[in-house]
């Protein structure tokens, strides 16, 4: 209780505020938030759509009128664990400000303001301690969670949508399972590899991988869910121009500077949007069975 009244008392007399127009880095330096900043954070919305992990929890939802409540249930989750984490951070901003933790000069040491908290916090009782291990435990089980579910999409679209589904390759159930394995071993080296610098940053490494997932699979999950006309052609290409335009946009374009330096998942996002309609319109329909379907779905979404 002590504590958090220190905290909420510090945060009264903080030098900070919550600026719609700018901001400041780990390193202290004032930053301007303007326009193509905050399009570049709303961007962010759009991976959302791309993620595998969350599609295939509704993939996997065994009856359909369950998804509607399970929409509601993912929004309302977002929006708490978002706002908890605007709220540790100008928490972490209080406890440094008044010297309760060191300054955190760097990004990549930005992000290990919870695990700063937690040992503050296991300074003070024995009850005290159990919550910071609470903590160190929760930042555990959400990175397993989130890993495993990364993981599990990787290998089964290797082993059954690329392999067998694509390229029709012919695998027997155990070949099938060592393809996976052989994936996540992959996988798991270059994770190793990227975490081997200590002074990288887990957002940025985040960040790039959320817009490749958003612009690689998103406008093919949209485009497939609210347009009959869209066809495999179209969702190939959508997948093969947002995958691309990502590594060229990061790499490439956004060294330009100026409006270039817009966050990589938008104009992916728009250009692979934008193939997967020129391309399916160009491209043999897709077949009256499969449209007759859509408006089947559509018809009874609309009634309820």
């Given at each position: 209780i002590y504590l958090l009244y220190h905290i909420f008392a510090r945060l009264a007399i903080v030098r900070c505020c919550l600026s719609f127009t700018s901001t400041r880095t780990a390193e202290g330096e004032a930053v301007s938030f303007g326009g193509l900043s905050i399009i570049s954070t709303l961007a962010w919305g759009l991976g959302y759509f791309g993620m595998p992990h969350i599609l295939l929890r509704f993939m996997a939802i065994d009856d359909k009128n369950k998804v509607k409540i399970s929409r509601r249930i993912a929004s309302v989750w977002v929006v708490l664990a978002m706002g908890v984490a605007v709220f540790i951070g100008i928490i972490g901003n209080a406890l440094t400000a008044n010297g309760t933790v060191a300054p955190l000069e760097t990004s990549s040491k930005a992000e290990t303001i919870v695990l700063e908290m937690a040992t503050v916090l296991s300074k003070h009782s024995a009850g005290a301690a159990l919550i910071a291990g609470l903590i160190f435990a929760g930042i555990l089980a959400c990175t397993m969670s989130t890993s495993d579910s990364q993981l599990l999409a990787a290998s089964s679209s290797m082993s059954e949508n690329l392999l067998k589904g694509v390229f029709h390759v012919k695998l027997s159930e155990k070949q099938s399972m060592i393809a996976a394995r052989a994936v996540l071993l992959i996988i798991a080296v270059l994770g190793i590899v990227l975490a081997w610098d200590q002074n990288s940053s887990v957002f940025r490494v985040v960040s790039f991988a959320w817009a490749g997932f958003g612009a690689t699979f998103g406008p093919v999950m949209l485009t497939s869910l609210f347009w009959k006309r869209?066809?495999?052609?179209?969702?190939?290409?959508?997948l093969l121009t947002g995958g691309v335009m990502i590594f060229v946009w990061k790499f490439a374009i956004s060294k330009l500077g100026g409006v270039f330096a817009i966050y990589?998942?938008?104009?992916?996002f728009l250009c692979a949007l934008i193939a997967i309609v020129v391309v399916s319109l160009l491209t043999k329909a897709p077949e009256q069975e499969i449209v007759d379907e859509f408006e089947a779905v559509s018809a009874e979404m609309k009634q309820k």
């Open positions: 869209s066809n495999k052609y179209g969702a190939l290409a959508g990589e998942l938008l104009p992916a």
